[in-house]
């Protein structure tokens, strides 16, 4: 069993749809739960990071987490073309030194 | 904005050959990580720098990888005697705490 699952995609959507994200993981020593954008031949860019369960929200990003299923996920409301990119998810345990990544999810948004 | 900074975007190389990768941290951080993406594939933790020491590492850096961090704001990725598989994205990444880490543009390695 990997220890990050992510689905690969791609998910493709309309404009403006609200667009649910989600990676299980396996180690139940992770406390630290980070999503990242990636564009084509760029480097990871941070959107969110959240420690232990709950939920955290920041303008049209929200993040869940859920320990006790080992599933975390990130929702875009209003999606925007420009939204599409590859969404990582990324987990640490505590101290984070070494953080673990899903493969990434392809995301387009249609106009 | 702060942002790290990765030289050169682009390496060539002949296989066997040994190369370095540059990074200039954010100022303040005191965390400092390199990562690597082969083309097509997930981001792989290589190693996290912290203290003046490694503080964690993975499978993949072994013996052909060092870390050095020359001064007080670069942070270094040698590869001794370069591989074809080898070839990949290098991130280079840093952070104010444990928890957050924010990357640069990255090297593109190409070992031929």
């Known amino acids: 069993q990997k220890e990050v699952e992510q689905d690969p995609g791609p998910l493709s959507v309309p404009e403006g749809a609200i667009v649910s994200l989600n990676c299980t993981y396996s180690n139940s020593a992770f406390q630290y739960f980070m999503w990242y954008r990636q564009y084509s031949r760029k480097g990871p860019e941070l959107l969110m990071y959240?420690?232990?369960?709950g939920n955290k929200e920041d303008g049209r990003f929200t993040a869940q987490v859920d320990k006790s299923s080992k599933y975390i996920s990130l929702f875009i409301r209003d999606s925007q073309p420009s939204d599409s990119a590859t969404y990582l998810c990324a987990m640490s345990d505590t101290g984070g030194f070494k953080t673990i990544f899903g493969a990434g999810t392809r995301l387009f948004v249609k106009a | 904005e702060p942002e790290v900074t990765q030289t050169p975007s682009h390496q060539v190389t002949q296989m066997g050959q040994e190369v370095i990768l540059r990074c200039v941290p954010i100022s303040n951080h005191l965390y400092f990580y390199w990562y690597r993406q082969i083309l097509g594939q997930k981001v792989e933790f290589l190693v996290s720098?912290?203290?003046?020491?490694?503080?964690?590492k993975s499978e993949i850096f072994d013996d052909q990888f060092s870390v050095e961090r020359p001064d007080g704001s670069n942070f270094t990725l040698k590869i001794r005697s370069t591989k074809l598989e080898d070839s990949a994205m290098y991130f280079c990444a840093s952070g104010g705490s444990g928890t957050e880490a924010f990357f640069g543009q990255g090297t593109r390695l190409t070992v031929v």
């Open positions: 959240t420690y232990s369960s």
């Open positions: 720098f912290y203290n003046n020491e490694i503080s964690e």
